[in-house]
């Protein structure tokens, strides 16, 4: 049996750890964590859990071909309960409420009766919903691996694909701010400013409104770390090993080829080496830093995706108000150069997992590159009372909104970029790649000419990146692998 090592366990490493395994190779898993999953990942304070990942899954209905991905890692089946927040968002403006439903046509409808006057640039807005809304994410095969069953998406995918690439096309293209500025009501410009998504761009946000009006995006029951640890539980039950605590200082090369890995101060020799750590900050692993043109290509055009939590543990039952409240702010809150005019809150009263009874576990997410910002304050020993005050802040406006949770807080937490890059080694902290304008919308190859039996996985390689992505590059690095060794790649079923 060959022998693999796997650097990272997060999804993408869990998923090729899988794959590999059912593919007759012995894999070890090494994560410098405690924990698996990386960046799907959530935490618990005074009583409360906090989820700091997952917060919708491309591919929980059972119609996505993803859905069959997930179930044969092991990490959904039909005991996980899958939730639907409706409506998706709802923001606050000025006592009125705004909505984004799953059903597009409900959207439409709404925002017709709320703002007639723009009704011309509503049924554009949810046009371009319906244009990417059948896109789903294929299965393919790498040229040249043998399958077990080989995987042929349906011309339907293709058809779908080429109005995507139009809406795509056009709408990268297009800031944020001179596309809000088509309309003319102000409560839609100000949750269009603030809706999750937006701030890499409105193409993103229509690929993401197309997801869930597809019956896509829902929530399995308990989050981040049941999910991942259901894909743990699979790969450890086909004989794969996970080593935490274990932090890989660098791959040994042989003569152009991977022949093992150091940790820790001893060598885990291995015929071939799956690196899911970020490609951004894997320079390290290397006696001398890889090239490859993609990987040029890269770190050319990747921004990082940043995002600052606040969470919450609220002494109070707040079931009344939704499950994804959008504020609009009377008093901005500032951080770093970033100014926040809304805030988008994750409240989990309603959910027994994250909250006790009668309680509420609450998260609010501050979006934007912030890392300096951050790192400057951990080097003059501000960290903890920066933290301490965007927490204030925070609160305030909650409670400003939600006036039942006044002096009820009885837990606070904040995890910064720099919470992510010290437990899950991500450059800069990052969740996924920023769309630029020099964006290319593809997956990049898991291998560097000249580096045998080396291959790369993880959200990176399939920017924008997120939870599909790491899980499809893991399997796509295990296709490699069988194709160079000629081994026989266990489809799914």
């Keep these: 049996m060959k022998k693999v090592i796997v650097i990272g366990g997060g999804i993408a490493g869990l998923s090729a750890g899988v794959y590999a395994q059912k593919c007759g190779f012995g894999v070890t898993i090494l994560e410098s964590h405690s924990i698996a999953g990386g960046i799907c990942t959530s935490w618990k304070r005074g009583g409360y859990l906090f989820e700091g990942g997952m917060h919708w899954l491309a591919g929980s209905n059972k119609n996505e071909a993803l859905n069959k991905v997930w179930r044969y890692i092991g990490a959904l089946d039909d005991s996980v309960n899958i939730r639907y927040c409706e409506p998706f968002i709802e923001y606050n403006h000025e006592g ?6 799953r059903d597009v046509d409900e959207t439409e409808r709404h925002l017709l009766a709320l703002a007639p006057a723009d009704a011309k640039e509503i049924k554009r807005f949810c ?49 944020r ?11 839609i410009r100000g949750m269009l400013r ?59 090369v042989e003569n152009g080829k991977a022949v093992g890995v150091m940790a820790g101060g001893r060598r885990l020799d291995a015929d071939a080496v799956i690196i899911t750590a970020d490609t951004m900050a894997i320079d390290y692993l290397f006696d001398t830093p890889p090239k490859a043109p993609w990987l040029d290509e890269m770190k050319k055009v990747t921004g990082p995706t940043m995002v600052t939590f606040v969470c919450l543990g609220i002494n109070a039952n707040l079931k009344q108000y939704p499950e994804r409240p959008l504020f609009k702010l009377k008093d901005p809150i500032r951080l770093a150069d970033r100014t926040y005019e809304a805030l988008l809150v994750s409240n989990y009263a309603a959910n027994p997992t994250y909250s006790l009874e009668g309680k509420t576990a609450m998260t609010v997410q501050l979006p934007g590159d912030t890392y300096d910002f951050w790192k400057k304050a951990k080097d003059e020993n501000r960290y903890a009372d920066e933290k301490q005050g965007i927490a204030d802040a925070v609160i305030a406006a909650i409670t400003a909104q939600m006036p039942e949770a006044g002096g009820k807080v009885e837990v606070r937490d904040v995890a910064t970029p720099l919470t992510y890059e010290r437990y899950c080694g991500n450059w800069k902290g990052s969740w996924m790649t920023a769309i630029t304008p020099d964006m290319k919308f593809k997956t990049y190859p898991a291998v560097i000419k000249g580096l045998d039996r080396v291959y790369f996985a993880g959200q990176r390689m399939m920017p924008p990146g997120g939870l599909p992505s790491a899980l499809m590059t893991g399997r796509a690095a295990v296709q490699y692998l069988c194709r160079d060794t000629g081994t026989l790649f266990i489809s799914e079923d």
């Excluded at 009125?96 to 439903?101: E, F, N, S």
């Excluded at 946000?205 to 539980?233: Q, Y």
């Design 96 to 101: 009125a409420p705004i909505r984004l439903y």
């Design 127 to 175: 046009g371009n919903i319906r244009k990417v809304k059948n896109l789903t994410e294929p299965l393919t095969d790498l040229w040249g691996v043998k399958v077990t069953k080989k995987n042929r998406p349906p011309l339907s995918l293709f058809l779908s694909l080429l109005s995507v690439i139009s809406v795509m096309g056009v709408y990268s293209k297009i800031s």
């Design 177 to 187: 701010e001179r596309y809000v500025n088509r309309f003319s009501h102000e409560g």
């Design 194 to 252: 603030s809706v999750p998504g937006s701030e890499q761009g409105i193409a993103m946000l229509f690929m993401t409104m197309g997801a869930l009006a597809r019956g896509d995006g829902g929530f399995p029951e308990g989050g981040s770390l049941p999910f991942a640890g259901r894909i743990v539980k699979k790969f450890t039950s086909l004989g794969g090993k996970m080593l935490y605590n274990t932090r890989a200082d660098r791959i040994v």
